[in-house]
């Protein structure tokens, strides 16, 4: 029994080594395989000044609404069969999808329809998923309206799985947009200060700020974009505060349009904004700081601790048991 004991002790002791080495070895290796992606989303982003030039261009000329042009590729044919087809649009697509996937850096139509596409075919996939899992491979001992419905649970899962992922992004991406405001800030009250337009003042914070976030930089070279090829400036801050959702560049918006409305300095504006945002960055860093001791104090407990007392405890019980 002390040997069975032993070795089941020896593997549990391998496993939890194997679990902490790989660890070691996933966090130490993971920062080389992430992509820069700020060069080709800002090729992206000057392809689509491009497209707005060529399709304000053929609005003047012919007066008529054209197809709105995206930072993506059309979507696949199939999918494409597939969801006209069963009139998805009309069914699950919404004013509020398509404003998330714009804010999680997704527009045109290709989003929409792989986004409208994966919410029926996931929820099928996980139900037979589950149904084949539970009956075929565990062959598990449960009535049959209990198993259907484990699997429309997991078919719920997975039509709220895009969803989910879109709003994962958004968030995301609003993190990095709001840590690199206030410096965004900065740089653009320097350049209308010093003489440059407000087109101009987007363009240069854009090339500037595109190393700390690619999402903001992003954002200002199309709000750049429509700003230059719009009927009305409003429009563009408008859309920009939509992409973004804000409300550090809400703020902003609204002194941008007023300035623009009624002829007003934005100098000063700006430089107010531009404290109340660097202050609210440093608020945020402190209420986090203040809240960490508290979600120091679990893991501590769970891991630190434990360890500790082995190391203190251990040489003694040693110790003790070689003398009795």
């Known amino acids: 029994m002390d040997l069975a004991y032993l070795g089941e002790n020896n593997l549990f002791v391998v496993i939890l080594t194997l679990v902490a080495v790989s660890g070691t070895i996933y966090a130490l290796m993971s920062p080389f395989f992430e992509r820069d992606e700020l060069k080709s989303r800002m090729k992206s982003a000057a392809l689509e000044r491009d497209k707005i030039r060529t399709r304000e261009r053929s609005r003047l000329t012919s007066d008529k609404e054209t197809q709105r042009v995206s930072l993506r590729s059309n979507p696949k044919e199939s999918v494409r069969e597939f969801v006209d087809k069963y009139d998805l649009k009309k069914l699950l697509s919404s004013d509020g999808v398509v404003k998330k996937l714009k804010m999680a850096g997704h527009r045109g139509a290709s989003p929409l329809y792989t986004y409208l596409f994966l919410q029926i075919i996931l929820p099928v996939a996980f139900f037979s998923a589950a149904f084949f899992y539970l009956f075929v491979i565990i062959k598990v001992d449960m009535p049959f309206v209990g198993v259907l419905a484990c699997c429309l649970v997991f078919a719920a899962i997975g039509f709220y799985a895009p969803s989910i992922f879109v709003q994962n992004q958004i968030t995301k991406r609003q993190e990095t947009i709001r840590r690199a405001w ?26 500037e700020i595109g190393a700390q976030s690619a999402a903001l930089a992003e954002e200002l070279v199309l709000a750049n974009a429509e700003l230059s090829y719009l009927d009305e400036r409003r429009i563009a801050y408008h859309n920009l505060a939509e992409r973004t959702g804000l409300d550090g560049v809400k703020n902003v918006v609204v002194a941008l349009s007023q300035a623009e409305k009624y002829g007003t300095p934005i100098g000063s504006a700006l430089r107010v904004l531009s404290d109340e945002s660097r202050r609210e960055r440093m608020q945020e860093a402190e209420r986090k700081a ?16 434990p360890v500790l007392f082995i190391v203190i405890i251990g040489p003694a019980v040693i110790q003790v048991t070689r003398t009795f």
């Open 182 to 207: 206030p410096d965004a800030m900065d740089l653009m009250l320097i350049c209308v200060e010093s003489g440059i337009s407000i087109e101009a003042a987007f363009k240069k914070v854009a090339e």
């Open 290 to 305: 203040a809240a960490l001791p508290p979600k120091l104090t679990v893991p501590m407990m769970l891991f630190f601790l």
